[in-house]
């Protein structure tokens, strides 16, 4: 009787892991913190060029097994299958109320991938205002491969690591060009 029970539970339990979920969750919401370094580059005539260097945080928000998406695969020559985490890393800055925020031609120097990754490039934008200062916000996707299917570490993030991102925009004073001749 208890061999019959045994070989029984045995089975149902073998049949509910077949049934399990293939989809890899996050654990513990992965999130890195830093704080990004500024450099002024310098401009004229009103505009000034800005660049960051880092980040302010970047937040594992989807994990798979399976190949990269098309676009990244062929890009970095990686067409296996894979344990990768996709993160969406952002850098917030406080600017003053005068400048409004551009990019130029500079959106892809060390850029992560947009929103859909199927391109470099980051978004930039001013939200509201906090101490007389703007909010600029930037945004930014990454890929983190950990492992291959036969389990060997990569540990490859792709396009570039979030310590090596750069964020490159215009600060643009309206009010001084209008004074241009």
């Known amino acids: 009787m208890n061999k019959g029970l045994f070989l029984c539970g045995l089975f149902i339990a073998l049949f509910l892991a077949a049934c399990g979920d293939d989809e890899v969750k996050i654990a513990n919401q992965m999130t890195l913190y830093s704080r990004p370094d500024t450099i002024h580059l310098g401009g004229d005539l009103g505009m000034d060029s800005i660049l960051v260097k880092g980040f302010t945080a970047c937040e594992a928000y989807d994990a798979k097994w399976g190949t990269l998406p098309g676009d990244v695969a062929r890009e970095f020559d990686m067409n296996a299958s894979y344990l ?6 952002r850098v917030v800055l406080l600017e003053d109320s ?5 990019l130029g031609y500079y959106s892809k120097e060390k850029a992560g991938f947009s929103e ?3 391109s470099h490039g980051f978004a930039i934008s001013t939200s509201g205002v906090q101490k007389d200062k703007k909010i600029v916000a ?3 996707y990454l890929i983190y491969v950990e492992k291959n ?5 990569i540990d490859r993030w792709l396009p570039v690591r979030p310590e090596e991102l750069r964020w490159r925009y215009l600060r643009v004073n309206f009010d001084q060009l209008k004074n241009i001749k």
């Open 149 to 153: 299917s036969d389990g060997e570490k």
């Open 116 to 118: 859909g990754l199927g």
């Open 138 to 140: 930037a945004c930014t």
């Open 84 to 89: 990768y985490f996709s993160y969406e890393a």
């Open 98 to 102: 005068i400048y409004d925020i551009g």
